[in-house]
């Protein structure tokens, strides 16, 4: 069992940047106590589910996946043309 909030906030980003259905760049980690929260934006459906998933590294931990969606970039209006 990992202890400690944050060894597992880097223990789930570093599940986060292994998986390859998820891009941990557009996702944030917050962790208090045993509760976890996802926030963030990713491409598709499975790439949110993963991060559930990942995040999920005991039945002591609790997740809140609040990860948005974004399966059209082109209309978020947070998005940016270099």
Do not use: W
């Amino acid at each position: 069992m990992i202890n400690g909030e944050e060894q597992i906030k880097r223990a789930i980003v570093e599940a986060l940047c292994e998986d390859p259905d998820v891009d941990a760049a557009g996702i944030s980690v917050r962790v208090t106590g045993s509760l976890v929260v996802l926030t963030g934006t990713v491409p598709n459906q499975r790439a949110r589910d993963a991060a559930y998933r990942d995040a999920l590294l005991s039945d002591d931990i609790e997740v809140k996946n609040f990860i948005v969606v974004n399966d059209n970039p082109i209309d978020d209006p947070k998005a940016h043309i270099a």
